[in-house]
């Protein structure tokens, strides 16, 4: 009875480790640093009030669970001005974070992959003279979707450059009376490594 118990937790054991495998083979994580400019339209916000464009810096972590879809989720921090009546008030800060399905134009494996993406972010505005763990005034989170492509170049199995382009749209901070979405257009380059 007991060693047919102990076979019995082996060959479970055995089976699970045998499934968990036959899920995770394809699958590939990546993490990258990404660097570029954000340009932001509909940028009055109201009241005389407007956001200047800045550069970003965003960091990404891929999981890619089929030879042609993956996932990826990441934060991103955004640089801006306030200005008022065109006066720059100070930089401002945009703090992000993000989902985006992935569909890949190339099977994995491929040394080139362009993919285009689509998902949702929220963002929090911190204004000049604040910071986000500072508590006080806030823009509050603001959602919104978000879509975009990009290319991925393999060094080899290691190594990525990635090229993105994404636009996202989220509701005006601070409550001043603008209308309508805030679009951020970015475009940027990044380094990453296949986990």
């Not at 930089?91 to 993406?117: S, W």
């Amino acid at each position: 009875m007991i060693n047919n118990f102990k076979t019995y937790k082996l060959c479970m054991a055995a089976a699970m480790l045998c499934a968990a495998s036959s899920i995770a083979f394809g699958q590939t994580a990546e993490f990258t640093i990404s660097g570029g400019q954000d340009n932001l339209t509909n940028k009055d916000i109201g009241s005389g009030y407007s956001l200047g464009s800045g550069a970003q810096i965003a960091f990404r972590l891929t999981l890619n669970t089929g030879s042609w879809i993956g996932h990826e989720g990441g934060y991103a921090y955004n640089r801006s001005h306030l200005n008022l009546d065109g006066q720059d008030q100070g930089g401002m800060a945009i703090h992000q974070g993000f989902y985006d399905f992935l569909f890949y134009l190339t099977k994995e494996g491929n040394m080139v992959r362009p993919f285009a993406c689509g998902g949702v972010q929220f963002a929090n505005f911190v204004p000049p003279g604040a910071s986000v763990t500072q508590g006080g005034v806030q823009g509050g989170n603001k959602f919104g979707p978000n879509y975009g492509g990009g290319l991925k170049f393999f060094v080899n199995k290691k190594w990525i450059i990635r090229l993105d382009f994404r636009q996202y749209m989220e509701g005006k901070p601070f409550d001043l009376g603008g209308s309508g979405q805030i679009k951020q257009n970015v475009a940027s380059i990044g380094f990453g490594i296949g986990l």
